[in-house]
């Protein structure tokens, strides 16, 4: 891989969690810290203010495993992609903006607010989650188990934009019934990750 260093021999790293995509820290390389990086399966780099290599986690233990190296368009920036073992930044966050390494599922991960938000609120007169919800588990899962029959049916006809509609349903109810039952999103990925071993 041709990589541009800059004058002084080095080249910014971004590492980034190969599972969750969140950029941990930034930090600089040199060719010899590339290398050993590549050698030793932990991100090396070489540090600007102790004017060494210094592997990340070589006294605190969180080191950071290596999944894979890419370089950007223009050569001169790597994108290092890891396997974090504990918090990234020296304060002992996870990463080094503060922010918690962990799983977004995006626009679910919002519609998990939504609904934890409204539960919360319990204005069953303006919410239909608060509604269902002060109707008892029970109902939710009924709930569940009718969006899911409505779902295979349309599975079964050629209208796919009923088919959409009715999966739509069906996954806002799912995500309804693992809150009433205390669970995320964030523990059915874990529960899959475990069964992909």
């Not at 001169?76 to 396997?83: A, I, P």
Request: proline content about 2%; glycine content about 6%; overall charge negative.
């Amino acid at each position: 891989m041709e990589i541009k260093y800059d004058q002084n021999g080095l080249v910014p790293a971004i590492i980034q969690d190969a599972t969750t995509k969140n950029v941990l820290m930034l930090g600089y390389m040199n060719e010899e810290a590339y290398l050993k990086t590549l050698d030793t399966k932990k991100v090396t780099f070489f540090s600007r203010s102790k004017q060494r290599l210094w592997t990340k986690g070589e006294e605190s233990g969180n080191f950071l495993n290596l999944v894979d190296i890419k370089n950007d368009c223009d050569n001169d920036t790597l994108l290092v992609k890891v396997s974090p073992v504990g918090p990234t930044c020296h304060t002992g966050t996870d990463t080094c903006w503060k922010e918690e390494n962990s799983s977004n599922f995006g626009f679910f991960s919002t519609l998990e607010n939504v609904i934890a938000e409204r539960v919360a609120n319990k204005d069953t007169a303006k919410s239909y989650v608060a509604s269902l919800f002060s109707k008892g588990i029970n109902k939710v899962a009924q709930k569940v188990g009718e969006e899911a029959v409505e779902t295979v049916i349309e599975a079964m006809d050629n209208n796919d934009e009923l088919f959409l509609y009715e999966s739509a349903d069906l996954l806002f109810h799912y995500l309804m019934l693992l809150q009433a039952k205390g669970f995320t999103l964030k523990d059915i990925e874990a529960e899959l990750k475990g069964r992909h071993k």
